[in-house]
Structures are given as structure tokens and as C-alpha cells.
């Protein structure tokens, strides 16, 4: 289903100088969208019998200035970024605060986007990258971007933050870092997917503190607004997360339904590191009852050949473990309490040190023999 910017979003794109990208993409390609914008654009003109010519060939000429400019940026963002990185941390930050030439939204979309790479390789890295992009962030031109937009990259940036602490354990500074989000996202444009982003690390935060009513509560305005939005990925992404909820809560048995529900929705050529994240999570479930351990060991043999895409420390942790599981369950106790040693120190060597201390209290409860 292709996703149709609001009117909001629509009449941005007509204005000179503060339209989305993405809104800027879509209504390039987009017949539908060009003929609502024809119809705004009578609204705009008080009813008056409109001359759409003139008008619309000047709003398609700022929108092609832009597509332009936005290409222009992304080839050139990855050098930006190699250039950024190859210099000491201390000259990092002051590169992107002063320097025109790195203060591009090509070149922050590249650093949350290796943030969140690297959340699942290292969380104190994440948080680097982040407070860079932050930085960066705060250094934009409004004006020629856009005040309401550079509003929405604050808070983008400030969720990463929020969710690159929580994934060390720092709950209080997550708090903090979504209450920033939260303000920079009410003076932003209330693009649908933006604040979807944003909840979406912050139901991860509620998950990992227990509060798990607050964390389905933000589940169902999720499906909300993907549905609304007709973003079918990020509905199953949803899904999941309902999944982790009740796993969390120690009830994985009720989470099953979603997480078998979101899966066949998943584009493993789109993104195969959340079809691998989905696999692995339902492997857990199946494998903590004997009923399904079946199930379970041939979906693990399954997904060996994405586990093997995978090769950083967080992921090969959560092959062993759910090795481990699969041992336990066949009453290899031996061979679980060696994978389940092997998996904690994969996962501390990522840096994720609740899942270490998991697997640690799971080898304490395997029998001695």
C-alpha cells in the first residue's frame, strides 16, 4: 500500500521553502498527490477560479530545487562521514557546530542511522553517534530547512539517545532524553511516521522497566498509526513489540499469536535483521516449552543461514543461547550450561549486560547434571 502525505504535509511541500523530502519524493512521483495539491491550492486561492498553471509550475520547480538538492546531499554524506569519523572525538563536535559544509540533514540521516546499527553492537557507541548527530541537529539551518522539520530531527535524535541508554540499562537518563524528544516533537510538523519512531524506541524503555501496561497502551496507538499511515512494516514491527512485552512480563506464551501474526509481513530482502529478530524471538518462546521444542529446533535450523549475516557479538550470543535452550529442553544439560557460558560472554562483549545477567541466572537453574 503506497503511504499519501497528509494535507499538512501537502501544503509544506507547495511553500517555498519548507517542504519535507519525503513529501518532495512522493508528490514527484505521485499523480493522485499532484491532483489534491492542485485542489489545496484552490483552497489557498479563497475560492477563486484558479489559474493552476503558473502556480503549480513554480511549486514542481522548488520541488525538483529540492529533490536536487537532497540527492546532491546523500552522495555526498558518506564522505562527510568518513571525514567526520577519521577525526579525534574532541574535533568531531566542533566540526559539525561550525563547519557549513557538515551541517547537511544527508549527512545526520547517516549518523542515526549507524546509531542504530550500532545498538545492537555496541550501546556506548550508539550514544556517541547520537549526541554527534544531536549536535549536528542543533547546528541546522531552520530557515532552509524548515523549522517544523528540523523540530522532527531533534526529536528523532533525542529518542536515539533515550534508546541507546536504555540499552545500557540507564533508565533514568532514557527518561530524560524522551521527555527532550517529546518537546521537540510538539513544535514539529506531527508527521504520523515521525512520532511513530519516536514511541517506538519509548515502548522499548517501558518493556525493559516492567511497566507493561504502558508499553501495550503505546503498542495499540502504534498499529494506529501505521495503519493509518498503510506501513505495513512497521505494523509488524508492532506486532513484535506486543511479542517482547508479555516475554518480558514472563507470559511469551500470550505474545506468540502476534509475533506468528507479524512475520509473514516481514521483508527479509528489506530488512532481514528484523525477520532474524522475529525468528529468534518465537525460537525463544517455543523452545521454554517441551510441547514445541520440535518447532523450535527446525526453525533455529532455519535461520542458521541469517544468523551467519549476523556475525556481531549480540546476535552470535542469541544463536548460542537459544542453542542452549534447545539443549536444555532435549536434556543436554552439559552442552546448555556450556553454550548458555559461550552466549554471556558474547552478550557482554556487546555490551548488553541485562541479557548477560539473564543467561547467567539460566545457568544457575540448570541441573547440576
Request: glycine residues 6%; charged residues 25%.
Amino acid at each position: 500500500m503506497q503511504i499519501h502525505p497528509s494535507d499538512l504535509l501537502l501544503k509544506e511541500a507547495f511553500q517555498e521553502r519548507n517542504g519535507s523530502r519525503k513529501v518532495i519524493e512522493h508528490v514527484d512521483s505521485c499523480s493522485w498527490c499532484r491532483q489534491r495539491l492542485k485542489t489545496l491550492v484552490g483552497h489557498h486561492l479563497n475560492g477563486k477560479p484558479p489559474d493552476y498553471g503558473p502556480i503549480l509550475d513554480r511549486t514542481f520547480r522548488s520541488l525538483q530545487r529540492w529533490q536536487a538538492e537532497y540527492a546532491r546531499e546523500r552522495a555526498e554524506a558518506p564522505r562527510l562521514f568518513s571525514s567526520l569519523l577519521g577525526m579525534p572525538p574532541q574535533r568531531r563536535e566542533l566540526v559539525v557546530c561550525n563547519h557549513p559544509r557538515f551541517q547537511t540533514w544527508g549527512l545526520l540521516e547517516i549518523l542515526l542511522s549507524e546509531s542504530c546499527e550500532q545498538i545492537f553492537i555496541d550501546a556506548a557507541r550508539s550514544e556517541e553517534l547520537a549526541n554527534l548527530g544531536l549536535k549536528l541537529a542543533e547546528s541546522l539551518d531552520r530557515a532552509h530547512y524548515g523549522a517544523e522539520r528540523v523540530e522532527d530531527l531533534r526529536a528523532r535524535t533525542w529518542a536515539f539517545i533515550g534508546n541507546s541508554r536504555r540499552a545500557q540499562a540507564n533508565f533514568k537518563g532514557a527518561e530524560q532524553a524522551f521527555t527532550r524528544s517529546r518537546a521537540h516533537l510538539l513544535a514539529g510538523t506531527g508527521d504520523v511516521l515521525e512520532r511513530a519512531s519516536v514511541l517506538r524506541l519509548k515502548r522499548s524503555l517501558y518493556t525493559y522497566q516492567g511497566r507493561f501496561e504502558d508499553a501495550l497502551r503505546l503498542s495499540q496507538k502504534l498499529l494506529i498509526l501505521f495503519e493509518e499511515a498503510g506501513d505495513t512494516h512497521g505494523i509488524a514491527n508492532s506486532l513484535v513489540g506486543i511479542y517482547l512485552v508479555y516475554q518480558t512480563k514472563g507470559e511469551a506464551s500470550q505474545g506468540v499469536p502476534f509475533l506468528r501474526q507479524a512475520i509473514p509481513m516481514i521483508d527479509r530482502s528489506l530488512d532481514p535483521r528484523a525477520l532474524l529478530c522475529a525468528w529468534n524471538n518465537l525460537i525463544d518462546a517455543l523452545s521454554i516449552d517441551k510441547h514445541s521444542l520440535l518447532e523450535a529446533q527446525a526453525l533455529l535450523a532455519r535461520a542458521r543461514p541469517l544468523y551467519r549475516r549476523f556475525p556481531q557479538p549480540s546476535f552470535q550470543g542469541r544463536l548460542k543461547w537459544m542453542e542452549a535452550r534447545i539443549a536444555c529442553g532435549a536434556g543436554r544439560f552439559s552442552e546448555a550450561r556450556e553454550l548458555l557460558g559461550a552466549a554471556r560472554e558474547e552478550l557482554l562483549a556487546a555490551k548488553l549486560t541485562g541479557d548477560a545477567s539473564r543467561a547467567y541466572d539460566e545457568i544457575q537453574e540448570l541441573p547440576a547434571k
